[in-house]
Structure formats: structure tokens, C-alpha cells
């Protein structure tokens, strides 16, 4: 009878097999990266963030596209700016 030889396997080798906390993830991970130089001083100004996910149809979404294209903007940044504009409208105390 022959012996089998054991070898570990992972999904990805050579990577830290210790499983991810999401939470630490999540807090950890740099959210500006991906922001124009407008964005990332409105976001750090405000010190923590939070991230809102909403679903829109296609035509709105490429509304939304073509728009902030036209402003030289992200989608992102696009809506940060729309969102900013309407809280300051109905409270003036939000920057």
C-alpha cells in the first residue's frame, strides 16, 4: 500500500489565508480613491462616510451618464453635488 501525500490547497495561493472581518474591510478601505479633487475635500470635510445605494432604470441611469459627462463630472460626483445642492436648499446647514 502506498502512502498519499498531503498538500494544502487554497483558493488563492500565496495569499494570507486568515479570512476577512467585511466590517474591518469596509472601514479600513480608502473611499476617495475613485474621486475627482471636488469630491474628496467635500467627504473629508465631513470626517466619517457613509455609503447610499440606490436602484435607477437604464434610461435614467444613462440620463444620469450622459449628464455628468457633459459637466466633466463622475456619476458620483454628479450626484454628491445634486444631493449637497438639495440638502443645503431645505436646511443650509449641511456642507
Known amino acids: 500500500m502506498t502512502q498519499k501525500k498531503q498538500s494544502r490547497l487554497s483558493t488563492k495561493p500565496g495569499l ?3 479570512p476577512v472581518n467585511p466590517d474591518n474591510w469596509v472601514e ?8 475627482g479633487p471636488s469630491s474628496s475635500n467635500q467627504s473629508q470635510a465631513t470626517g466619517k ?8 432604470s437604464e434610461k435614467q441611469h444613462q440620463a444620469t451618464k450622459i449628464l455628468a459627462a457633459q459637466k466633466a463630472m463622475t456619476i458620483k460626483e454628479l450626484m454628491l453635488s445634486l444631493l449637497l445642492t438639495e440638502l443645503n436648499k431645505n436646511s443650509g446647514a449641511i456642507d
Open 16 to 18: 494570507n489565508s486568515q
Open 28 to 35: 479600513s478601505r480608502n473611499g476617495n480613491s475613485e474621486l
Open 49 to 56: 462616510t457613509k455609503r447610499i445605494t440606490f436602484e435607477v
